[in-house]
């Protein structure tokens, strides 16, 4: 498993990350979010939105090199398509 999703894993146990469109959001709305990441694999729409939610801010979105069913696996989901880093020192090590 790669590293990055290592840190995925480990912010979800320490309760670190929202995890899926609506908690993401509302935690860049919110000024919560340090980091948004998007799967590889998930929609053009999906995309468009993370970038919309930290739009004007200084919160950070990445697409990642990881599918929806590889983030998802790690946080113990079926699929994850968004999720946003709450800490900024788990957002930076991923």
Known sequence: MDK???YLAL???AGRVE???EPAGAAARAQHARLVVVASD???HTWRRAKSFVAGTDQ???RTPFTKEEMGFVV???S???AAFTDAAL???F
């Open 4 to 6: 990055a999703l290592n």
């Open 11 to 13: 912010a979800r146990k």
């Open 19 to 21: 995890l899926g469109e």
């Open 42 to 44: 998930a929609s053009d």
């Open 60 to 62: 950070q979105v990445v």
């Open 76 to 78: 113990g989901r079926t």
């Open 80 to 82: 994850l398509a968004i």
């Open 91 to 93: 957002a930076l090590a």
